[in-house]
């Protein structure tokens, strides 16, 4: 199993594939269909080829953070769902410049030697997003490989699709956003040290900054976390915010662990959303920020209790 960054110059191993293309950006249901269906036409085996970075970043850098997953976490999911090898084919301006048929020519036949493709039905590629599934079907026919059309899946009474879990994140609905991911969405990074103002409400947090992933609504959420390398999840309750109360700064997620007493500056850790409690609130003294930190704790167990 391997991770490449290029298309041109693989080793002959590495080329010939059943490959899923897109964005897979969350492996939504959807994602998972596509990958399925590469599976079926390789007999088992497949390559998943997508887009680093999105094209989304790279024709609108200024936008707000919206990436689902990291490369690194996506690009472990795939070769965990069984893929044999991912490409992340250089989104740049020579690739932006290509037309659907050049797209095919260069980077499909001539760098990946694909023997089949698999897409959604909602595909697009070549300059100014010129091509779609049918087109490429065509070219596929023309040129020598098979492409299968994944048609739309549904979650939650809605197309299973990025833009509709970064609506579900961003509007507090992280049990929608788990429904169309199959699984809750997961924030993971570095924990870094904060401004250690909860050791002394009796609240120590573990801060993680999200970056350039998706900034959920912010807020308390029921909450689980994992140390990496370890198995556990560990119940919690976390703020995603910037503190209003005790002074405003770049939004960090803020997840206390119960009945845990342990130092974890600069390991990774994933944290899991399961249900969101409240928006963030400005109080009127320290001593009302903790009575509600209490009762946001007390909730989040309770909630995370019934999850079981």
Known sequence: MAVYAEYRGLPQAARGASIALGNFDGLHAGHRAVMDA???AGHGKFSVATFEPPPRAYFRPGDPPFRILRPERRNALILKAGADTVFELPFNGEMAAMTDEQFVRQVLVDGLGVSHISVGFDFRFGRGRMGHAQRLASLGRALGFGVTIVEEVSGHGAKASSTAIRQALMAGEPDVAAELLGSPWIADGIIE???????????????????????????????????????VWRDGVANFGRTPTTGLRDPLLETFIFDFDREIYGERVEVQLIAYQRPELKFPSLDAMIEQMHRDAAKAKDILAARR
């Open 193 to 231: 040290p904060g401004e250690q103002n909860g050791r002394t409400f009796g609240f120590p947090t573990a801060n993680m900054a999200l970056g350039d992933l998706i900034h959920p609504k912010m807020g308390v959420y029921a909450v689980r976390l994992r140390i990496e390398g370890e198995d």
């Open 38 to 40: 590469a599976r079926t």
